[in-house]
């Protein structure tokens, strides 16, 4: 069985948990026996090693041919100018903090521009630039081709960016199309919805013959706020890789005090800001503490600001984005793990953090807590009891301990191939039905 994957990120350049569980699926599937055509926007980057069973197809290679054209000319791509531009959007930006950020960046933009004709119509970036939905429309035509040139059992889209090229192969094909759900704009931006992004989602939910989506908790809101029939929904929780960790005892912290630390994007959907609170009202009562916001995003001005503002520069310390070896030496310096969100579809950094041995403290709006029963949970929105909770775990090692034993002989039966299994399930019953 062959599958058509798209996706927008793999490792190692990600945003966030997207490229990691992509990769991760992958592998999994392949561990049972599928063979999977990842469709990458561009690989020039990509140095994560491949597997026998996995090939990537980079949308930026693939050659211009008549078919091809005409795609263009009927969608009218052909008549219109078209540039990359430097990152700024983000899907996880609020409209706000976008302007803000365009503001601040009109010069540079400008200082880029340079020659129009260096430009061509396949051109991907593969982030989340300011050309996000052109790209993903460009994308979107690139599952057109695939749809006609690849041979493919079934095939599988993973998150908004990737709906429409899913839509149009299987147009194109006829074969059966699965989408991914690993997080909904519901959750990256709460009521404050990008009607677009929301537009895109609908229409690849509706398409799909089959949705996984990533927690129950992301079910519940296809449901609700999507309208999609729960029959049509198939949870399939993310996994972790456990092949790979630093000694955690080699690596020297540098400081005295403990360490708590946040790992993620500095968005209204992380909950950095009941973070920020927790960790001032922790000080509090305790000082031999400190805190550490890795990531980077919209809020983290405002982060800095507030932290200003709170007087605790000398205990709580913001590295930007990490990736690879910085984060795993991250995870090792730790003594405790906190994931604030206010809306996780599900979460993979707690799993992480226990392949550390550090014990993990989860807000109760996150799908991972369906799978870590015994991980501490709270409401993000209830910094007392966050900080509460922090105090516990950091002052009383014997509760720390337990935490990290029960959570970890959890994560034992958490496996990528397990994953796997499941997927493989859903493309067998599909082509089934065919």
């Given at each position: 069985?062959?599958?058509?994957?798209?996706?927008?990120?793999?490792?190692?350049?990600?945003?966030?948990?997207?490229?990691?569980?992509?990769?991760?699926?992958?592998?999994?599937?392949?561990?049972?026996?599928?063979?999977?055509?990842?469709?990458?926007?561009?690989?020039?980057?990509?140095?994560?090693?491949?597997?026998?069973?996995?090939?990537?197809?980079?949308?930026?290679?693939?050659?211009?041919?008549?078919?091809?054209?005409?795609?263009?000319?009927?969608?009218?791509?052909?008549?219109?100018?078209?540039?990359?531009?430097?990152?700024?959007?983000?899907?996880?930006?609020?409209?706000?903090?976008?302007?803000?950020?365009?503001?601040?960046?009109?010069?540079?933009?400008?200082?880029?521009?340079?020659?129009?004709?260096?430009?061509?119509?396949?051109?991907?970036?593969?982030?989340?630039?300011?050309?996000?939905?052109?790209?993903?429309?460009?994308?979107?035509?690139?599952?057109?081709?695939?749809?006609?040139?690849?041979?493919?059992?079934?095939?599988?889209?993973?998150?908004?960016?990737?709906?429409?090229?899913?839509?149009?192969?299987?147009?194109?094909?006829?074969?059966?199309?699965?989408?991914?759900?690993?997080?909904?704009?519901?959750?990256?931006?709460?009521?404050?919805?990008?009607?677009?992004?929301?537009?895109?989602?609908?229409?690849?939910?509706?398409?799909?013959?089959?949705?996984?989506?990533?927690?129950?908790?992301?079910?519940?809101?296809?449901?609700?706020?999507?309208?999609?029939?729960?029959?049509?929904?198939?949870?399939?929780?993310?996994?972790?890789d456990k092949d790979r960790t630093l000694s955690r005892f080699g690596i020297k912290?540098?400081?005295?005090?403990?360490?708590?630390?946040?790992?993620?994007?500095?968005?209204?959907?992380?909950?950095?800001?009941?973070?920020?609170?927790?960790?001032?009202?922790?000080?509090?009562?305790?000082?031999?503490?400190?805190?550490?916001?890795?990531?980077?995003?919209?809020?983290?001005?405002?982060?800095?600001?507030?932290?200003?503002?709170?007087?605790?520069?000398?205990?709580?310390?913001?590295?930007?984005?990490?990736?690879?070896?910085?984060?795993?030496?991250?995870?090792?310096?730790?003594?405790?793990?906190?994931?604030?969100?206010?809306?996780?579809?599900?979460?993979?950094?707690?799993?992480e953090a226990l392949l550390y041995d550090v014990p993990i403290l989860i807000s109760?709006?996150?799908?991972?807590?369906?799978?870590?029963?015994?991980?501490?949970?709270?409401?993000?929105?209830?910094?007392?009891?966050?900080?509460?909770?922090?105090?516990?775990?950091?002052?009383?090692?014997?509760?720390?301990?337990?935490?990290?034993?029960?959570?970890?002989?959890?994560?034992?039966?958490?496996?990528?191939?397990?994953?796997?299994?499941?997927?493989?399930?859903?493309?067998?019953?599909?082509?089934?039905?065919?």
């Amino acid at each position: 069985m062959r599958v058509l994957m798209f996706g927008w990120e793999f490792p190692p350049f990600i945003s966030g948990g997207l490229g990691t569980a992509c990769y991760g699926l992958s592998k999994g599937l392949v561990q049972n026996g599928v063979e999977v055509a990842f469709v990458l926007p561009t690989k020039k980057r990509m140095t994560v090693p491949l597997m026998q069973g996995l090939s990537v197809i980079a949308a930026d290679e693939l050659v211009v041919d008549e078919a091809l054209e005409k795609m263009l000319s009927r969608s009218e791509i052909r008549s219109q100018s078209r540039f990359q531009f430097p990152v700024q959007l983000s899907p996880y930006y609020t409209v706000t903090s976008f302007k803000e950020l365009t503001a601040l960046r009109v010069n540079q933009v400008k200082a880029d521009l340079g020659d129009m004709s260096r430009f061509s119509v396949l051109d991907f970036s593969g982030n989340y630039g300011v050309n996000l939905f052109e790209e993903v429309h460009r994308y979107g035509l690139i599952g057109e081709l695939l749809g006609i040139t690849e041979e493919f059992d079934v095939i599988h889209a993973h998150d908004w960016l990737t709906y429409p090229a899913g839509i149009n192969a299987k147009r194109i094909s006829g074969k059966p199309l699965v989408v991914h759900v690993h997080a909904t704009e519901f959750d990256r931006s709460g009521e404050h919805v990008n009607q677009g992004v929301y537009d895109i989602e609908r229409a690849g939910l509706e398409a799909a013959d089959r949705v996984v989506a990533v927690s129950y908790y992301t079910k519940s809101i296809l449901v609700k706020r999507y309208g999609v029939d729960p029959s049509k929904i198939e949870v399939v929780h993310n996994a972790v890789d456990k092949d790979r960790t630093l000694s955690r005892f080699g690596i020297k912290k540098g400081v005295k005090e403990k360490v708590v630390l946040f790992l993620g994007r500095v968005t209204m959907q992380k909950g950095p800001d009941y973070f920020l609170q927790a960790a001032y009202l922790v000080l509090k009562r305790m000082r031999n503490v400190r805190f550490v916001m890795a990531g980077s995003g919209d809020m983290l001005p405002r982060m800095i600001n507030w932290m200003a503002g709170m007087r605790i520069a000398d205990r709580f310390h913001f590295t930007g984005f990490l990736r690879g070896v910085d984060v795993e030496r991250m995870y090792a310096m730790s003594d405790l793990y906190v994931m604030p969100s206010v809306s996780e579809p599900f979460g993979i950094t707690p799993f992480e953090a226990l392949l550390y041995d550090v014990p993990i403290l989860i807000s109760k709006q996150s799908g991972v807590g369906e799978v870590l029963q015994n991980a501490v949970k709270v409401d993000f929105w209830d910094v007392h009891t966050l900080a509460d909770q922090m105090v516990r775990l950091l002052s009383n090692e014997g509760y720390a301990g337990e935490v990290v034993e029960r959570c970890k002989g959890e994560l034992q039966n958490i496996e990528w191939e397990s994953a796997g299994i499941k997927v493989r399930e859903i493309y067998v019953s599909l082509t089934e039905q065919q």
